[in-house]
């Protein structure tokens, strides 16, 4: 278990590319973003949704702590620093609802770093995965002023922290599910 940080999923809005909202996916009946919930329940203590609006999730989602963004339309960052604003660890580990199968002994492998870094963050194909990654609290001050910005892109302020790269070889890698091809990767 990994008591140190509170998971947030962020379900965000309709997808342009795909034409739905990806947090209310199903495939074979079950809702696909559950299975991610029940997947971050098994290594940490405390999982979160961060969406634009609470009351689009079914009664089948009661079970599961959802709040509702602070900061409309300001991204994935606003859905990050909603969540900084709530957990009560030390760092949130934040992860998208559009990626399927998440990887626990990667999570694992990436919360070793968590005593030195700030942000622990993985890096395929030369790509940073600022949605699969752990913030440290520390890191909310910055984000907020960030957000009075015009430029949301979570990477920004980077340089601003301590940042562990893990970079992943083919063996692992994180897939989003950013087209209708694409959903074969929940399988």
Not at 95 to 105: E, F, G, K, Q, R
């Amino acid at each position: 278990m990994i008591k140190e940080a509170t998971a947030v999923i962020l379900c965000g809005g309709k997808s342009t590319r795909m034409g739905f909202d990806k947090s209310l996916l199903k495939v074979k009946g079950e809702f696909v973003l559950l299975r991610t919930v029940k997947q971050l329940q098994k290594i940490f203590p405390k999982v979160l949704l961060v969406a634009n609006q609470r009351t689009k999730f079914p009664a089948v989602f009661s079970q599961v702590t959802i709040l509702e963004d602070h900061y409309h339309e300001k991204g994935p960052l606003g859905g990050l620093a909603t969540g900084l604003e709530e957990i009560e660890t030390e760092y949130l580990f934040l992860v998208a609802c559009d990626i399927p199968n998440l990887t626990v002994d990667l999570i694992r492998i990436m919360k070793e770093h968590l005593s030195t870094y700030q942000i622990v963050l993985c890096q395929q194909n030369g790509r940073l995965e600022p949605l699969f990654a752990f913030y440290h609290r520390s890191c909310l001050p910055v984000f907020q002023q960030q957000l009075t910005s015009k430029n949301w892109r979570i990477a920004k302020e980077f340089d601003r922290f301590s940042v562990k790269i893990i970079t992943l070889d083919t063996s692992t890698t994180i897939n989003n599910v950013n087209t209708p091809k694409e959903l074969v990767f929940w399988n």
